[in-house]
């Protein structure tokens, strides 16, 4: 099992913007995407602009294919305009 965390930092004034595209790409992924486990869109309690997006997949070939999936190519680049700073991607191999 692959687990991804990708931490987003929205600007001030982009948040409903951020907040749709990435509706969009929450619902494909979990309808669409072979092997994904869960693919949720996470705010930070301490930091509203702060945004987390946990994957859970079945492997990294899931996760390869979803990288390639049409809904992510045609949505993530335009979270490019949207946050302060690049995406912090993080992946996790389960220990326990």
């Not at 965390?5 to 951020?18: I, M, Q, R, S």
């Not at 749709?20 to 994904?36: F, H, P, W, Y």
């Not at 946990?54 to 492997?59: C, G, K, T």
Request: hydrophobic residues 40%; charged residues 30%.
């Amino acid at each position: 099992m692959i687990k991804v965390t990708a931490v987003n930092y929205v600007k001030e004034g982009c948040v409903d913007e951020f907040l749709a595209i990435s509706k969009e790409l929450v619902e494909k992924t979990n309808a669409l995407d072979k092997g994904c486990i869960r693919y949720e869109l996470c705010r930070d309690v301490n930091d509203p602009l702060r945004f987390i997006m946990m994957e859970e997949w079945e492997d990294q070939p899931s996760l390869d294919a979803h990288m390639k999936a049409s809904h992510f190519t045609e949505n993530v680049p335009k979270f490019g305009n949207l946050t302060s700073k690049p995406s912090e991607l993080t992946l996790l191999d389960k220990v326990f």
